[in-house]
Nanobody, 125 residues
Framework: QLQLVESGGGLGQPGGSLRLSCAVS????????IGWFRQAPGKEREGVSC????????VYGDSVKGRFTISRDNAKNTVYLQMNSLKPEDTAVYYC??????????????????WGQGTQVTVSS
């Protein structure tokens, strides 16, 4: 069983912060790059960020650069997305996903094999 479970979503205020977590099980995180994606109603899925298997390389979508930070703790099998300076346009369902290649590409366009169920983020006052 390979599974990714997102948590930490909810209601955030414009200018505020939220921290998302992606807990993985059923495989060793050391060999996987992890990406964050989001999808708003009526829009295509958008790549948000990716972190390589070692954590040495990260990439970000243009809309979140300077505001979001991705990190990982392989010992805990968990990847995080720290979201600061939230904007209403950040409202979406956020998904984490894993690729066994271990590498991130900029722009975010590689194939991810395993996906979580998503967590809703709503930014509103």
């Amino acid at each position: 069983q390979l599974q990714l479970v997102e948590s930490g979503g909810g209601l955030g205020q414009p200018g505020g912060s939220l921290r998302l977590s992606c807990a993985v099980s059923g495989f060793t995180l050391d060999y996987y790059a992890i990406g964050w994606f989001r999808q708003a109603p009526g829009k295509e899925r958008e790549g948000v960020s990716c972190i390589s298997s070692s954590g040495a390389s990260t990439v970000y979508g243009d809309s979140v650069k300077g505001r979001f930070t991705i990190s990982r703790d392989n010992a805990k099998n968990t990847v995080y997305l720290q979201m600061n300076s939230l904007k209403p346009e950040d409202t979406a369902v956020y998904y984490c996903a894993a690729t066994p290649g271990g590498v991130c590409y900029d722009p975010l366009g590689q194939v991810y094999d395993y996906w979580g169920q998503g967590t809703q983020v709503t930014v509103s006052s």
